[in-house]
């Protein structure tokens, strides 16, 4: 069974620089014999994060959260978990991550507070920008993609800077770039698949440890 490689595109737009530079590195994945799926979040939208984790984190779970089960953000999740490696694309949108990859990111604390559901799970991050502030969103996504358990596959930070460009395929390092991230995810993916890894317990029971005499499960 080939492995599965989800794209994840977090720009307003469906056909921009962004969706561009994501396709090529799916393209480079695909030539290596995965299966490639784009999934667009402009067309999944989703409630905000109600923040609930801070309140009861026992309720912020993928069957206990305040707004589903899952909610809109129940597409989104089933995709996430059947992935074998994930490809994190953003445009730059004032030295920042978009909304809508922040969004995401807020919504998939749902995904490790109970457990980490994408433990050891390869990915590769990208980032467009029309100036500065690539490098910025690139660090938005890594730190907490990396708290839930993601692992990055190496050289998988890309970023491309499209001003005074018609198009990213004008830049012949950049896709190169894109296909070494793509086919290192691939190769990432191959080696880890199947990879029982160390957790933690949930931090919400260091904070409230069970009762004596009661294991945790």
Not at 4 to 25: I, Q
Not at 64 to 93: H, I, N, R
């Amino acid at each position: 069974m080939s492995l599965r490689v989800l794209g994840v595109n977090a720009s307003a737009r469906t056909d921009g620089f962004t969706a561009e530079l994501l396709d090529e590195v799916l393209e480079a994945a695909r030539r290596k014999g995965a299966h490639t799926e784009r999934l667009d979040l402009v067309k999944h939208p989703f409630p905000l994060c109600a923040g609930n984790y801070s309140q009861d984190p026992a309720s912020c779970g993928p069957e206990t959260c305040v707004q589903g089960p899952w909610d809109g953000f129940g597409k989104v999740v089933e995709k996430l978990l059947s992935a074998d490696a994930v490809v994190f694309a953003t445009p730059v949108y004032w030295f920042s991550v978009s909304a809508r990859m922040k969004a995401l990111l807020e919504r998939m604390t749902s995904m490790e507070n109970q457990g980490l559901l994408n433990l050891g799970k390869p990915m590769a991050l990208l980032a467009v920008a029309e100036e500065e502030g690539a490098s910025q969103a690139l660090a938005q996504m890594l730190l907490p993609l990396s708290y839930m358990g993601f692992v990055l596959a190496p050289l998988g930070l890309v970023y491309a800077h499209h001003r005074g460009v018609g198009r990213l395929r004008e830049n012949p390092e950049l896709l190169e770039d894109a296909r070494i991230a793509g086919e290192n995810l691939v190769l990432m993916a191959e080696r880890l698949r199947g990879t029982s890894f160390q957790e933690p317990l949930p931090s919400y029971l260091y904070r409230h440890p069970p009762s004596p005499g009661i294991a945790a499960d």
